[in-house]
């Protein structure tokens, strides 16, 4: 049995992964889709053609894993994708961000992720891919921004390494880092009204990061950025002295 699985189906990049995920290819026999929110999972269901399978878990918690691992282990499918992009920030200095916020984010973004994908591996063969859902954040420590950043720091350092592991098997594995996308996250992210603000001149739709994203992953790329700004954004954080990168992210976040 050939499936995907794509954590945080829910909403935003997830639920759009899903989308293109099922009009390209034609050979799925399951989509496998996570996230809390089992209404919002339903409402994807039913709109796709493909048999899905619905788990409504919170990734923060280790129990979470228990049923989907049982699946894959009753079923045994060959996963040709894993999607990780389940994932939250929480915008504001670190002594602003309630102390379960900040854990919680590496838990979901960092913990969940790695759990996921190492229950995942043993159901993968030759030409699997595995993307996970980064961001542009990952490319330099952001003041206001910190923790999230450093978890994303941690998905493309993950990523990069477990690409050269798991190369010999065939198996391909993408970060995804993108700037700003307009889904659900920015609703998550603040607490406050979210007034005009430097992302809202790189927002991006999220069909064309997923559609960049599932190419990058087609063509084995370990990094996918979308856009030329964020490309250069990248460059920008590999040449420039830390301090001045620093100093430029203080004034990102309002
Ligand atoms: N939007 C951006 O600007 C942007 C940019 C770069 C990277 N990213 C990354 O892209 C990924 C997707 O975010 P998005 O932009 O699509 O935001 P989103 O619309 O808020 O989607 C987040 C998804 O994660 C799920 N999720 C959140 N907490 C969860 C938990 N505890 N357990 C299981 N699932 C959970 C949500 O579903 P439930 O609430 O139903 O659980 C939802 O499906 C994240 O990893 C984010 O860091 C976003």
Redesign the pocket.
């Known amino acids: 049995m050939k499936i995907v699985i794509v954590?945080?189906?829910?909403?935003?990049?997830?639920?759009?992964f899903v989308r293109q995920i099922e009009s390209l290819y034609k050979e799925l026999d399951e989509i496998w889709i996570?996230?809390?929110?089992?209404d919002?999972?339903l409402e994807v269901e039913s709109r796709m053609m493909t048999k899905v399978r619905i788990f409504?878990?919170?990734?923060?918690?280790r129990s979470?894993f228990d049923k989907i691992a049982a699946a894959l282990q009753e079923f045994n499918p060959d996963v040709r994708m894993l999607v990780?992009?389940?994932?939250?920030?929480k915008v504001g200095e670190v002594e602003e961000i309630s102390s379960t916020d900040q854990a919680?984010m590496v838990?979901?973004?960092c913990e969940?992720?790695t759990y996921m994908t190492c229950i995942v591996l043993p159901y993968m063969s030759t030409g699997s891919r595995i993307v996970n859902?980064?961001?542009?954040?990952a490319f330099c420590p952001q003041p206001k921004f910190s923790v999230?950043a450093a978890?994303?720091a941690y998905?493309k350092s993950f990523s990069d390494a477990l690409g050269e592991e798991v190369k010999k098997r065939g198996i391909f594995v993408t970060a995804?880092?993108?700037?700003?996308?307009?889904?659900?996250?920015?609703?998550?992210?603040r607490t406050e009204e979210d007034g005009q603000n430097a992302?809202d001149n790189f927002?991006?739709e999220?069909e064309v990061?997923v559609r960049q994203a599932l190419l990058d992953a087609a063509r084995g790329k370990k990094l996918s950025v979308c856009g030329i700004s964020m490309k250069s954004a990248r460059i920008a954080t590999k040449v420039l002295p830390q301090k001045v990168v620093l100093g430029v992210m203080q004034h990102f976040w309002k």
């Not at 990780?84 to 920030?89: D, E, L, R, S, V």
């Open positions: 954590t945080g189906a829910s909403s935003g990049l997830g639920r759009e996570i996230a809390r929110r089992e919002r999972l409504a878990a919170d990734l923060r918690h979470a990780n992009a389940a994932g939250f920030g919680d838990r979901l973004n969940g992720l859902v980064a961001s542009a954040a999230y978890t994303k998905v995804v880092c993108s700037g700003p996308v307009r889904t659900e996250f920015f609703e998550v992210a992302k927002m991006k999220p990061v």
